[in-house]
Nanobody
């Protein structure tokens, strides 16, 4: 399974960005997908996750109300719309998917086996 994240960049506080994650190597639709992020000196943290049909989404408290996760199974892609960005959102953002299909939307990185290479998001104040 290969995951390719893209869409990061350098923006100012209050701006928006849209991240994308393109999957290949196995059937896309039956699997939960998630975004994590890792800032320098900090542990990798859960940002948002989405069930395989898209009907269930979960968000971490710091991003709730500002970020929106979505997926397009036909395009084998997942997205993260990030609005009202803050300097504390600065991190490398990773997309991830677990090994087993049709599972819960896990928030622990230990539940995810496959990871993308990450895309840098930098928000200046």
């Amino acid at each position: 399974v290969q995951l390719q994240a893209s869409g990061g960049g350098l923006v100012q506080a209050g701006d928006s960005l849209r991240l994308s994650c393109l999957a290949s190597g196995r059937v896309f639709s039956p699997y939960v997908m998630a975004w994590f992020r890792q800032a320098p000196g900090k542990e990798r943290e859960f940002v948002a996750g989405i069930s395989w049909r898209g009907g269930i989404t979960k968000y971490s408290d710091p991003v709730k109300g500002r970020f929106t996760i979505s997926r397009d199974n036909g395009k084998r892609s997942m997205y993260l719309e990030m609005n009202s960005l803050k300097p504390e959102d600065t991190a490398v953002y990773y997309c991830a998917t677990p090994q087993l299909s049709a599972g819960d939307v896990y928030t622990s990185f230990e539940e995810y086996l496959y990871w993308g290479q990450g895309t840098q998001v930098t928000v200046s104040s």
